[in-house]
Structures are given as structure tokens and as C-alpha cells.
């Protein structure tokens, strides 16, 4: 594999709350390849998002702690200074946030927005600004583009706001797209379109995608590989075909079994009730010893699960993956009738 | 033409709507601020909901399924058409016989957050329709009546006296469908009442509505824009398309044989979590956006984004007719046979309306 476009090691947010230290992600590592999609996910209050804000240096100073390591090609995002920082952001990263509704500002044209982001970090004229701005609305497949550029948000559609973002983030060919819940505002439809836009240019440009998501249908469809989060911990990763049809996880079998599945329930019969995982995720502020899922695991049964934190082991050994070789593992004690587990 | 009833004439229906419509006035910005046009929400439904069974209502957002919902139970005035519950006229009834509709008709909300009073406890919030309705004598039947309410919804008894932040989402969705129980009611609408919660909290939920279903004998309009979540708990499934029903029919046959190429479209874009099956599949991919409901297409109103759009599609507004082989599918689409209102003949039908707003362009 070719140099990574990100490279997370060792990741560990903490956030200062009134009711205590958050630790809102516990040691996240991972890696992006060019033109690689790692799809990122989790429920809510798993650290998903938080994890990436900390990578961009979004988060509050004053409340977050933020340590590990975080290449974006080669250079560290963590320790780099504001101002070479705000130089990465435009051309190393780009950001689609999920809420396409309040993500842009409604009292300037879109032109104008994508404007800011092109001169940014260019020393391209206003003329051309708007030149650039107009065909990176096409590129996103905005209808009409001479005429949209003029436009304020909201006389757009939610779909078509998500594109204009989409836009932005692109506007300087960042190597790295980093996607928060890109999709879940929007209708199934829309959110098709929008998958086939971010997948069409993935290939032109060759640009690494974090897609963070807790739709494991949208994971199915656009990842190569799948990091789970459960409080603040990688729980299991792997190749989505390893993770999504071979889950090794409780917790991720649970979210599995916890789907109403379309592709499944096409017969007539009486159609059994999900599987559930019970009870709620622990709060940041006071995880469990141990394995972080077992006050809620169904399958708990060995002494360590409450009082040792499992480690990420291989599923199956590095012999035993198939493949392109991407290993798939796994956090848990609970490796009963699973013969994968060496 | 009544096509639903003649599909299965043995089915006791509870709830029926025909020709429903609600639209809303846009105004003018002048002093008078005259209409000038309307958000046509819901625009001519004819839909039927069996007694007992769960009638899943999906569509995209913007289509009027929620509005629909809400003129089943009166939460808005239709502006035309019927709506009947048990045999009774719901758009006839006055105020006293419509708190009696309310009580027999529940709802749960969309957002758990937001529809309970932070400034009540959850018995308060529980007992409301039991006082409201002169249901439960005293304070300690009442007290009584709350802790079965929440016993049944899966809540330990003894949390009645704590307030809505106290709780997770999936708890308040359980304290808000508690309060919806509250009355007997006999029919239940379910307005996206899963969509806030997290998945594995959301099966907790979908299993919940289908035991308490099934042990009361519910029944049950589960509005929702997840379509696999519909599959799953419904008897029945109807698409929603810019206020007008068109497809309906039983779920397997909806799901797996869908006859409408909106339907199909939807489908198509579900994803499923089978990374095999999502790199193999044929995907329906939709161009634009849904049009305005201010300035519905003449015509088959999802002619505009359709794949299969031909010569009959913006001249003829299809009416639902039997499709398929299940009984009781029903679609409104030219492809299976051109039936339905010619256009001229629905302008003639507008021109009672403001002038004005027989053109949709005067919406803008």
C-alpha cells in the first residue's frame, strides 16, 4: 500500500464536563489510504464524531485534552500550529458536517461561501473565485449552475444544500474528505444521490474518505473497511465484508441483529422480533472496567470481561485473512463457539 | 370508485378516509394578504385501515404523510373530503364527541425530547388523559393506573416520580406511548416514533409496539420514512407521493413485488447492510428533486422524476387499480392499464377555487 493520507494513532480525547472528566475516546487508531473510504461506526455518545473534530482541531481548548498522534501525509494535526493548521484545512481536508441546514450561512449566496473557500487558500481573483465556484457546482451535479451560484441556501432543497457543502469541501482538492453523518438528514433518494457524488469523485481525485455513520446499510455500500465505536473504543475492525458478515463482536453482532433487515423479509410468514441489545450505553464520564461493553453484553462469560479491558486481537490470525490482507479484529473475552479466534 | 373495498369486502375497516385533502393557504404579501395559492399536503387519499392490523404509511419528506396522519385524528381541519372512525363522521363531530375520538384515537410523537413537558413528572404526564377523560376515579386509582401504564410499556413502576431529563431517549419514547395508552384507545398513530433513536434502541421500541399490538388488540398507522423498519412491523404498507397515496397493499407484496416505479426507486435505495448484495445491486437512482406540493405535475404527479414516463402520464391522473397478484395491491400507475381522471376534466373541477390558484406556477 502507498503512503496513507491519515494516519490516527493512539488517539484519547477528554473533555472537561461539571459532572467530572469525559472520556469520550480511549486510544483510537487507524489508518486512510488513497483513495480508501474507512467508514466510522457507532451509536450516539460513542466518540465518533469528537474523534474527527479533535483530529481538525475543532474542539474548545479550554475543555478538551487531546493526545496521540494524527498524520495527515506524513505531518502531525495535533501538534501543528494554528496557522499552518488553517493552511491544511482547505487543501489537506475537507468536511461535510450532517446538517446541511445549518452548516451554511443563510444571509450569503452560495457563490460567495464557495468563493471563501477557494481564495482562501488561492490568490485567484474574485472573477475567477466565481468561475471556480461555478464549476465545482457542476462538478457536484447542481442543476444549473450559472443561475444556482447566485442563490442564498435557503431557496435550495436539503439535497441540494448537501451537495453546495460538498462543494466546498472539495473546492481545493483536500486528500482526505471527512464526512459526519453526511446523509442522515436526507430522504433514502437523495441520500443514493449523494453517495453515488461522493463515490464518483473519490475515483477522479483519488481522495481518502472517513464516512461516519450509524447506518450499516450505508457502510455496506461505500466502505472498505469498518471501525466500530462503543464508548470511546475501537471495538472491532476490518474489511466491511469481514465486519458485516463475520461480525466477531458481541456488540456488533447485537447492532446487526438489532436491524429490521429489507433484504431478509420478503417472505410472507410471520416475521420474528429483533434481536435487542438492552439497556443504554455507559456515560463518557464513568465507563466500566473492563471490557467497556459488558454491562450490556448478552454473552458474558469470562471472569476478565469486568475487570480487564480486552485488547484488539486478530480474528483468526493474520494467516487466516483473506483477501486484499487487511486484518479484521476484534476487542473482546468472548470468543466461545467462534473457532476463528487462534 | 371503490376500489379498496372491493378488493376484500370482508374486512371491517376502522378508520377510512376518502378523497382527504388538506391544503394550506399561501398568502399574499399585500395588506389583505390574500390567498394566492396552496400547499396541497394531502390532495385526494383514499385509504382504508383495517381493524387490528398495522398499516405502515411511508413516503419521502415533504410527501404529507404526517399531515395525513394528523387529519385521521382531526390534529388538522381537512379541507375537504371525509374521514370516518368506527362508522362516526370525524370532520362532523363537535367538540365534546371529538374529546371522545381523542381518547379513543392515541398518538405518539416523533421527538421524545420534545413532546413531554420537562416540568412534569412522568406520572403527571401519564395520568393527564386519565383525568381529562373522568377515567380513573380517584388519586390513588390513578396512581395505580400509572404504574400498570408503565409496567406494560417495559418502565419500573417506581420511576413515576421522576421528570423527562432523567430518562434516555428510549425511555421517553416508552413514558410518551404509556401516555398514548392512557385512554384504551383503540387506534394508534405512530409519527416517525422511532426515527431519533439510536438502532439498538430503536428495536427495543419496534418490538414494543408490535407485543403491545398484538396483547391490546391496537391498531396501529406507523408513519415513518425507514422503510425497513415498515417492512418489518407492518400488515399493510402505503406510499406516500406529494399527497396522494400510490401504491398500497400487503407488505410482502409491496416490498418484494412493488408495481409502481416510485415504489421501486425507494426500495431500491435502501441500503441493506450485505456488502455483497449492495455492490451487486441495481440501484434506481432518482433524478432532482420532489417537486413542490404548492405546484404538483398535472397528470401522474411523479411523471416529472419517473423512469418510465410515457404519452397517458401528464394527461390522465391515475386512480389506484388492482396490480400484481397479492389481493388488495393496489397501484396508481398507467403501466398497468390508463385509468384514472383526465386532466381537462380535473381543471374544470379547480375552477371553483381562488383564480389564482387553479396555475401552481403562482406559488413562487
Redesign the interface.
Known amino acids: 500500500m502507498s503512503e496513507p493520507v491519515l494516519e490516527v494513532e493512539d488517539l484519547r480525547v477528554d473533555l472537561r464536563t461539571p459532572r467530572g472528566t469525559a472520556h469520550v475516546v480511549n486510544g483510537l487508531s487507524y489508518t486512510v489510504g488513497r483513495g480508501e473510504t474507512v467508514a466510522v461506526v457507532g451509536e450516539s455518545g460513542s466518540g465518533k464524531s469528537v474523534s474527527v473534530l479533535a483530529l481538525l482541531g475543532l474542539l474548545p481548548s479550554r475543555t478538551a485534552t487531546v493526545t496521540g498522534r494524527a498524520a495527515l501525509q506524513g505531518e502531525d494535526l495535533l501538534t501543528m500550529s494554528k496557522n499552518r493548521l488553517r493552511e491544511v484545512r482547505g487543501p489537506g481536508v475537507g468536511m461535510v458536517f450532517q446538517d446541511p441546514m445549518t452548516s451554511l450561512n443563510p444571509v450569503l449566496t452560495i457563490g460567495r461561501q464557495l468563493a471563501e473557500a477557494v481564495r482562501a487558500h488561492g490568490e485567484s481573483s474574485k472573477a475567477a473565485a466565481r468561475e471556480r465556484a461555478v464549476d465545482l457546482l457542476r462538478e457536484v451535479g447542481l442543476p444549473d449552475p450559472d443561475r444556482a451560484v447566485d442563490r442564498y441556501p435557503h431557496q435550495l432543497s436539503g439535497g441540494m444544500r448537501q451537495r453546495v457543502i460538498i462543494a466546498i469541501a472539495l473546492a481545493n482538492s483536500p486528500a482526505l474528505l471527512i464526512a459526519d453523518e453526511a446523509t442522515t438528514a436526507l430522504d433514502v433518494t437523495v441520500q443514493a444521490q449523494i453517495i453515488e457524488l461522493v463515490d464518483r469523485l473519490q475515483e477522479d481525485h483519488g481522495t481518502g474518505v472517513v464516512w461516519i455513520t450509524h447506518d450499516l446499510g450505508v457502510v455496506a455500500g461505500i466502505a472498505d473497511r469498518v471501525l466500530v465505536m462503543y464508548g470511546g473504543r475501537c471495538v472491532e475492525d476490518g474489511t466491511v465484508d469481514d465486519v458485516l458478515e463475520r461480525p466477531a463482536h458481541p456488540y456488533t453482532r447485537g447492532l446487526l441483529g438489532a436491524l429490521p433487515d429489507l433484504a431478509e423479509e420478503t417472505g410472507d410468514g410471520e416475521v420474528p422480533d429483533l434481536a435487542t441489545v438492552p439497556g443504554v450505553p455507559p456515560p463518557p464520564t464513568d465507563l466500566p472496567e473492563g471490557c467497556v461493553f459488558w454491562p450490556r453484553c448478552p454473552v458474558r462469560s469470562d471472569p476478565r470481561c469486568e475487570t480487564e479491558q480486552p485488547p484488539l486481537d486478530l480474528v483468526g490470525g493474520p494467516l487466516l485473512t483473506k483477501g486484499d490482507g487487511l486484518p479484521h479484529r476484534a476487542a473482546t473475552w468472548c470468543r466461545e463457539g467462534d473457532d476463528r479466534w487462534t | 370508485m371503490d376500489l379498496t373495498k372491493r378488493a376484500e369486502p370482508e374486512r371491517d375497516v376502522l378508520v377510512s378516509a376518502r378523497g382527504l385533502e388538506v391544503h394550506f393557504p399561501i398568502r399574499g404579501s399585500g395588506f389583505r394578504r390574500r390567498p394566492i395559492g396552496a400547499v396541497r399536503a394531502v390532495d385526494g387519499v383514499d385509504l382504508d385501515v383495517y381493524r387490528g392490523e398495522t398499516l405502515g404509511l411511508v413516503g ?2 415533504g410527501c404529507g404523510k404526517s399531515t395525513l396522519g394528523n387529519a385521521l385524528l382531526r390534529l388538522v381541519p381537512p379541507t375537504g373530503g371525509r374521514v370516518t372512525f368506527d362508522g362516526i363522521d370525524v370532520t362532523a363531530l363537535d367538540r365534546r364527541r371529538l374529546r371522545e375520538l381523542r381518547r379513543r384515537a392515541g398518538m405518539v410523537f416523533q421527538d421524545p425530547f420534545a413532546s413531554l413537558d420537562p416540568r412534569r413528572t412522568v406520572a403527571q404526564t401519564v395520568s393527564e388523559p386519565l383525568e381529562v377523560h373522568g377515567l380513573a376515579g380517584d388519586r390513588r386509582e390513578r396512581a395505580a393506573r400509572v404504574g400498570e401504564l408503565l409496567e406494560l410499556v417495559g418502565l419500573d413502576p417506581a420511576v413515576a416520580g421522576r421528570y423527562p431529563h432523567e430518562f ?1 431517549g ?1 425511555q421517553r419514547q416508552r413514558v410518551g406511548i404509556a401516555r398514548a395508552l392512557a385512554g384504551e384507545p383503540d387506534f394508534l398513530v405512530c409519527d416517525e416514533a422511532i426515527a431519533s433513536l ?7 421500541v ?2 414494543l409496539l ?1 407485543r403491545l399490538q398484538r396483547q391490546l388488540g391496537l391498531t396501529l398507522l406507523f408513519v415513518s ?5 415498515v ?3 407492518s400488515d399493510r404498507i402505503a406510499v406516500m407521493y406529494l399527497g396522494r397515496i400510490v401504491e398500497v397493499g ?1 407488505a ?1 407484496a409491496v ?2 413485488d412493488p408495481q409502481m416505479p416510485y415504489t421501486r ?15 451487486s445491486r441495481q ?1 434506481v ?2 433524478g ?3 417537486p413542490s406540493p404548492a405546484a404538483v405535475p398535472s397528470g401522474c404527479r411523479f411523471r416529472t422524476r419517473c423512469p418510465d414516463v410515457f404519452e397517458p402520464c401528464p394527461d390522465v391522473d391515475p386512480a389506484l387499480q388492482p396490480v400484481g397478484s397479492a389481493p388488495g395491491h393496489l397501484a396508481a400507475c398507467h403501466l398497468h392499464g390508463v385509468v384514472g381522471t383526465p386532466v381537462a376534466a380535473e381543471a374544470d373541477g379547480a375552477a371553483d377555487r381562488p383564480p389564482r390558484a387553479a396555475t401552481g406556477s403562482a406559488a413562487r
Open positions: 419521502e419528506s434516555s428510549g439510536d438502532v439498538s434502541v430503536q428495536a427495543q419496534l418490538n408490535r420514512h425507514d422503510l425497513s423498519a417492512r418489518h412491523i400487503p410482502a416490498a418484494g426507486a425507494l426500495l431500491s435505495a435502501v441500503p441493506v447492510p450485505h456488502p455483497e448484495l449492495e455492490r440501484r437512482v432518482l432532482g428533486d420532489v
